[in-house]
């Protein structure tokens, strides 16, 4: 069992950044590839980033490549999204979660945390 909370997020101006934590309980926090996913007003829940369980493979949603970058500290039971040059259509709920898989697919995630707002103004 896993226990996720997201933190970090909030309102800044286009082209500002922020850094999304998620953290984590229980012990088995290192066995489990992590991903961000993002879902805004009225649309489907996305895929963002994701990472392995040793942190040195990642992917990443074509529209976030090159702005953001995911990492984890496993002693500290926590990933990180840090997030660079925002624009406007960034603005969403992002989600951390945590699957056996190291996988784009939100269904293959199986614990999820409770989200994250993140608003980007013009």
């Known amino acids: 069992q896993v226990q996720l909370v997201e933190s970090g997020g909030g309102l800044v101006q286009a082209g500002g950044s922020l850094r999304l934590s998620c953290a984590a309980s229980g012990r088995t926090f290192i066995t489990y590839p992590m991903g961000w996913f993002r879902q805004a007003p009225g649309k489907e829940r996305k895929f963002v980033a994701a990472?392995?369980?040793?942190?040195?493979?990642?992917r990443y949603a074509d529209s976030v490549k090159g702005r953001f970058t995911i990492s984890r500290d496993n002693a500290k039971n926590t990933v990180y999204l840090q997030m660079n040059t925002l624009k406007p259509e960034d603005t969403a709920v992002y989600y951390c979660?945590?699957?056996?898989?190291?996988?784009?697919?939100?269904?293959?995630?199986?614990?999820w945390g409770q989200g994250t707002q993140v608003t980007v103004s013009s």
């Open positions: 990472i392995n369980t040793n942190g040195d493979g990642t």
């Open positions: 979660a945590a699957s056996p898989q190291f996988s784009i697919l939100s269904f293959t995630y199986n614990y």
